[in-house]
């Protein structure tokens, strides 16, 4: 079964600062894999993630970078029976801050979910960001983006997918403010992506991660064709 995005929910203060909570949506099912992206507009310092879901598997970070002035972290954590409706709690950060956390359901359910992590910094007038190479079909390929200011980026893209579908845009406007990004769209043949590109109207670095999430049924198939 192809992986699916099912749902997401952004930071629940108006103007975020020192710290920021997420509801985690109700839909969310056991096995499914939740993306958190969290931007600290003030410093290069990675939040402390928690939450509220007893019993449930600690969130793990997945890729984190920052620019000397600014922090992009990117969390996952699969989810559990109980862990629909928890609230996530990121704290630690500094002047400004911006987090939103998406659902994905039919990712491996074992192991690690993911693969090709890579962050960067763009000035300015560079919109893009080097290509990553899937290892298997069906995997969900995607982009994160923050960092310091409230203007996020729109218009994600690369060559394949064609289309990245934009999943949220969240911003902070206290002190220097903070804005994150979350998109992605699934890839059918394994390959590569080509360079990611974005529109941006704002006058700081942007940080970007991408990755993909790997499809269960795929990697199983390929596990025991291996062996």
Avoid at 40 to 69: E, M, Q, R, V, Y
Avoid at 109 to 114: A, F, I, K, L
Avoid at 133 to 151: A, D, E, K, Y
Avoid at 203 to 210: E, S
Wanted: proline letters at 3%.
């Amino acid at each position: 079964m192809a992986i699916t995005h099912e749902a997401v929910a952004g930071h629940n203060e108006t103007n975020p600062t020192t710290s920021l909570t997420v509801t985690i949506p109700a839909a969310t099912q056991t096995d499914d894999i939740l993306i958190l992206t969290v931007a600290n507009g003030g410093a290069t310092a990675n939040p402390s993630i928690t939450d509220n879901d007893t019993g449930g598997n600690a969130w793990t970070l997945l890729k984190s970078h920052n620019n000397g002035t600014s922090n992009l972290s990117i969390w996952w954590k699969r989810a559990t029976s109980g862990t629909a409706s928890k609230t996530i709690t990121a704290s630690g950060l500094t002047n400004a801050c911006a987090g939103s956390c998406s659902v994905y359901r039919s990712c491996k359910v074992s192991g690690t979910p993911h693969e090709n992590a890579t962050s960067e910094t763009n000035a300015l007038l560079d919109s893009s960001h080097a290509a990553i190479t899937p290892s298997l079909n069906n995997s969900m390929v995607c982009f994160s983006s923050g960092g310091i200011g409230s203007v996020s980026v729109t218009g994600e893209d690369c060559d394949d997918p064609t289309t990245l579908t934009q999943r949220d845009n969240r911003n902070s406007t206290s002190g220097n403010g903070a804005n994150i990004t979350h998109a992605s769209n699934a890839q059918t043949t394994a390959g590569s992506t080509g360079n990611f590109t974005w529109v941006y109207i704002g006058v700081n670095d942007v940080l970007t991660t991408v990755f993909d999430l790997l499809e269960e049924e795929e990697s199983s198939s390929s596990s025991s064709s291996s062996g």
